[in-house]
């Protein structure tokens, strides 16, 4: 029945994202939100629903092209650890820190990590952007993100 790498890859997802509508739907509502909290976690939960169905269902044929194509190289795996551990860190102060100082910092050495080297336009981006998207969420969305340490 699980023959193929896309139906396993397709099962994995539908279970993942049944688990996390599960979730979403467990998010408390609020009362004169325009747009809840919980609107985009529904909304993504379903999405990755059907894509995992259309990818058990699509045609596979695992060929040696496909088998090569899917060996990663060593120094991509250590990148891939890497950004995976900032990552981590990213999600453990997320609270603590609040979004715009934990995004600003995953930005920067994240783009650091990954060799850009243009530290100048790598600091603007990295703390323009998150101010933008908290500006975005919070003034004209009315979605609150965490504040952490910053008095705004």
Known sequence: MLQGVNRKIGLILA????????????????????????????????????LSVALIFSKDSDSEEQKAKRRIPKKDVKALLGVGALLLIYIMLF?????????????????WFLG?????????????????????????????????????
């Open 15 to 50: 279970l993942l994202s049944i688990g996390y509508l599960y979730m979403s739907y467990q998010l408390p509502t609020y009362p004169y939100i325009p747009v809840d909290a919980d609107a985009v976690p529904k909304t993504l939960g379903w999405v990755l629903l059907v």
């Open 95 to 111: 609270e603590t820190l609040g979004f715009i100082i934990m995004t600003v910092l995953f930005v920067y050495f994240c783009s």
């Open 116 to 152: 850009y080297k243009n530290h100048i336009v790598n600091a603007i981006v990295s703390i323009v952007f998150p101010i933008a998207l908290y500006s975005i969420f919070v003034f004209m969305l009315q979605i609150k993100l965490p504040q952490g340490i910053l008095p705004f």
